[in-house]
């Protein structure tokens, strides 16, 4: 599902973020991401989310090779990955049903589809009751299960998140981990950015490790 083989990614101040990057995981499976502040967690999930394009070797998502996609292309590919931030990136002169409608209205579904898709992913993670809230009306983890709603209302096959449960307590970042697991259970490629090694330790998924852009 997502194949690194001999990634560079280095920036115009001529700062190498990642170094000869390879490896692979399987479509269906859930993975962690660790390292330092600094190791090129983010910068490895901007590539898989063409936020950012490699500067050297090929990077796969679902059997597309990233290297070769034309810009045109870019929104649409976008539309199959899920992503999920630390900060939420909420707009919050919206209400949490049109936050989640987003992605929906972006690519041009129906109105009744909208409703029907909105409320589903609002009730697998716990909030179909806050649809018509403001974001600044909830807690910081229910602001997160919005993101997540968000990240998943397009039914992606690939759920990334950068630093998910950074700002949780450790109860409300084993719920937030729950919801990636449900996610991972019905087929979802989950790849998940942490620092949270107590949290990791305690669940059986492959761990990659960065250290100074490279596999540690």
Known sequence: MIRFSDVY?????????????????????????????????????????????????????????????????????????GLVFQDHNLLHDRTVFDNVALPLII??????????????????????????????????GEQQRVGIARAVVNRPPVLLADEPTGNLDPALSREIMDLFEQFNQVGVTVFIATHDLELINRMPYRRITLEQGRLA
């Open 107 to 140: 690519a041009g579904e129906n109105h009744r589809e909208i409703g029907r898709r909105v409320r589903a992913a609002l009730d697998k993670v716990g909030l179909l009751g806050k649809e018509r809230s403001l974001p600044i009306a909830l807690s910081g």
């Open 9 to 81: 990614k280095r920036y115009s101040n001529q700062h190498e973020a990642l170094s000869g990057l390879s490896f692979e995981l399987s479509k269906g499976e859930m993975a962690f991401l660790t390292g330092h502040s600094g190791a090129g967690k983010s910068t490895l999930l901007k590539l898989i989310a063409l936020i950012e394009r490699s500067s050297h070797g090929q990077v796969w998502v679902n059997n597309q090779n990233l290297t070769r996609l034309p810009k045109w292309k870019v929104p649409y590919y976008r539309r199959k990955i």
